[in-house]
């Protein structure tokens, strides 16, 4: 059974960091394309990163690149994504979710969720001062 469970999300002041974490059971990052999406009320969902299945790299929104990182710890079965310079449009839910052998095609487009197979709750993210 696939699970995706995110933590680390909280309340940061702008220019401050959070590391938000998504600890899976189920999957391989060998097997698995890992993306983090966030969404707002009203919003569309918002494709954050995306981490190629096959170690085949990673790729960012534009709004995050530079900002944010995403790293995989295989033997803790979690991706963490690394958010710095934290900004008040960044507050969101932020969730994960698992593609099994996927390549993040369509990223930055609304097609590229639907890839998806497997998703996490969410954990909240607000940048406030």
């Known amino acids: 059974e696939v699970q995706l469970v995110e933590s680390g999300g909280g309340l940061v002041q702008p220019g401050g960091s959070l590391r938000l974490s998504c600890a899976t059971s189920?999957?391989?990052?060998?097997?698995?394309?890992i993306g983090w999406f966030r969404q707002v009320p009203g919003k569309e969902r918002e494709g954050v990163s995306c981490?190629?299945?096959?170690?085949?790299?990673?790729v960012y929104a534009d709004s995050v690149s530079g900002r944010f990182t995403v790293a995989a710890d295989n033997a803790a079965n979690t991706v963490y994504l690394q958010m710095d310079d934290l900004k008040p449009e960044d507050t969101a839910v932020y969730l994960c979710a698992a593609e099994f052998f996927g390549f993040c095609d369509n990223f930055n487009t609304t097609a590229h969720e639907l890839q998806y197979d497997y998703w996490g709750q969410g954990t909240q993210v607000t940048v406030s001062s």
């Open positions: 189920g999957v391989t990052f060998e097997d698995y394309a």
């Open positions: 981490m190629r299945s096959s170690n085949a790299g990673t």
